[in-house]
């Protein structure tokens, strides 16, 4: 089911916008974390249709109490978090999504951005990283709120090097500065 939904989204997505996809060689065969920049509700969609295999993201809790809806997305690799507190839950599965080797994409700031910029990281994805040791890759979505037929995609970047003695904050910091490089270059490119 998994893979014939993926198939039909990522078909319509390429009708709706014109889709531009850079810097996939940068996601790893094993573990990494996608961290994202959120506008959208397009956005893990976007993002997950055109990973290499199947990305697992966290989900605000309330999405998964819409019956159908929750099992859909449920199929598709999300799964809850309560937010605005230590959702211990969420984060030990997230941790042992990466340790098993798979994809997981999480949304820096928590909520979407409706002026487009980047806001301030949460330190759940400072904690998620440095817990788990894995290769953290920025993730800079685009375009998505511009209509139908316009560019739309997705900006993987360099996976990111962090300094020792990083505290999670810090740590989330860095993150979204490197998610607003991306953004900044590829604003002036365009």
Not at 48 to 59: D, N, S, V
Not at 71 to 98: C, N, V, W, Y
Request: net charge positive; with cysteine.
């Amino acid at each position: 089911m998994y893979h014939t939904i993926r198939a039909i989204v990522k078909f319509y997505l390429h009708l709706r916008f014109r889709i531009k996809i850079e810097g996939i060689e940068h996601i790893p065969k094993d573990s990494c974390i996608l961290a994202m920049n959120h506008t959208s509700n397009y956005d893990p969609i976007l993002v997950g249709t055109h990973t290499p295999r199947k990305m697992y993201i966290m989900a605000k809790e309330e999405l998964f109490r819409i019956g159908w809806f929750g099992r859909l997305i449920t199929e598709m690799g999300a799964f809850p978090i309560k937010r605005g507190q230590a959702d211990l839950k969420s984060l030990k599965h997230s941790l042992k999504l990466l340790k098993d080797g798979q994809i997981f994409s999480i949304f820096i700031e928590g909520t979407r951005s409706k002026s487009g910029e980047i806001q301030e990281a949460k330190k759940g994805i400072g904690f998620i990283a440095a817990r788990s040791k894995a290769t953290v890759i920025p993730t800079y979505i685009h375009g998505v709120n511009n209509g139908w037929f316009k560019p739309a995609g997705v900006v993987f970047g360099p996976p990111i090097e962090f300094p020792d003695g990083l505290g999670h904050e810090e740590i989330a910091n860095l993150i979204a500065e490197e998610i607003r490089k991306l953004k900044q270059q590829h604003d002036s490119d365009a």
